[in-house]
């Protein structure tokens, strides 16, 4: 059996002022650091075989509390990285309404490719898939631990599961360092015969420590 966590950095300044990220590269901020300490013996118990992170460093500081407590390396990965939010980065939710009106409008209502530059999101989900594909792969028949974003982990856990976007819009968002998990594993089809490959399944999803801070949405 593969297992596959994956799992969403710790909180920001600009998650905490609901500014759009992206590809922006905006580190913890001590809440944040904080989450992802409180996390990590939780992901320790779960004996990790490797721990694969996006390289913008909110992950890859969140990969770090767990790598201090088990040793392991972190691989970086770029195809890990949030959405691409094109012209949005760096403003205000409120700004974006204002700016982007018509744009704002269509990704409210769901649309995967709604302009201003937004990365569509069949390529995102498709770019995070193949990297946990891999990772997946690296370890078979083990643990790994993936330090992504909201939006990414969404979109590559819909991927890797055949869902489409408007299935995904009823799948919550992942709080600051909780976490979904996969499984890859065989199942008997009879007695004495080959074990069929079942495929991934979501086995869990927004597992974690509770905080007490406001959950926000992933960017």
């Not at 920001?12 to 913890?28: C, F, K, S, Y």
């Not at 004996?47 to 992170?53: F, G, K, L």
Request: hydrophobic share 45%.
């Amino acid at each position: 059996m593969t297992r596959l966590i994956v799992w969403r950095h710790g909180n920001t300044d600009w998650n905490a002022a609901n500014r759009v990220q992206g590809q922006t590269d905006v580190p913890l901020n001590e809440l944040g650091r904080d989450q992802a300490r409180a996390a990590a013996p939780l992901l320790a118990s779960l004996r990790p075989d490797a721990i694969v992170s996006s390289d913008l460093s909110r992950a890859a500081e969140t990969a770090d509390a767990l790598a201090a407590l088990t040793g392991l390396p972190v691989r970086a990965d770029a195809r890990l990285r949030e959405r691409h939010f094109g012209q949005w980065q760096g403003l205000h939710l409120t700004e974006v309404a204002e700016r982007f009106p018509d744009e704002y409008a269509r990704w409210r209502a769901g649309d995967p490719a709604p302009g201003a530059d937004l990365e569509p999101l069949h390529d995102l989900g498709e770019r995070v898939a193949a990297a946990l594909l891999e990772a997946a792969d690296a370890a078979h028949g083990g643990t790994v631990v993936i330090a992504t974003h909201g939006g990414a982990s969404r979109q590559g856990v819909g991927h890797l599961l055949g869902w489409d976007s408007g299935v995904l819009r009823g799948l919550g968002s992942l709080a600051n360092c909780h976490w979904t998990e996969l499984r890859h594993a065989p199942r008997a089809t009879a007695v004495g015969r080959a074990h069929e490959v079942q495929g991934w399944q979501l086995r869990g999803h927004n597992v974690g420590l509770i905080t007490a801070a406001a959950v926000v949405d992933a960017f």
